[in-house]
């Protein structure tokens, strides 16, 4: 039997000195487009679009061994951390087997 392992994280950024929703898209494209051209992941804004400050970034690992997912997720996890100054307030992680 194959095991297909989905891990999944959810991102709670604030970037306190933006100013508009403009500024934020251009801060959320920017994490987006650099995290997808360095990792085959899933990622989306995806909540809290109207709220300028607040920043929410959800994204999916998709492989058969979950320990490999996991290191995937938390070195995806430390590059957002390095490629903005927006800081993580909080974040959400889980790996389900399907």
């Not at 989905?6 to 929703?21: Q, T």
């Not at 995290?35 to 300028?52: G, L, T």
């Amino acid at each position: 039997m194959v095991v297909m392992v989905v891990s999944y994280c959810k991102l709670y950024l604030r970037a306190n000195w933006v100013h508009s929703l403009k500024e934020k898209r251009m801060i959320t494209k920017s994490i987006i487009g650099k995290v997808k051209s360095h990792y085959n992941v899933s990622i989306s804004e995806v909540e809290n679009q109207d709220a300028h400050k607040s920043i929410v970034i959800g994204f999916s690992v998709c492989g058969s061994d979950a320990i490999l997912n996991d290191k995937v997720v938390e070195e995806i996890i430390e590059y957002i951390e390095n490629s903005t100054d927006a800081y993580i307030e909080n974040l959400e992680k889980d790996s389900i087997i399907v």
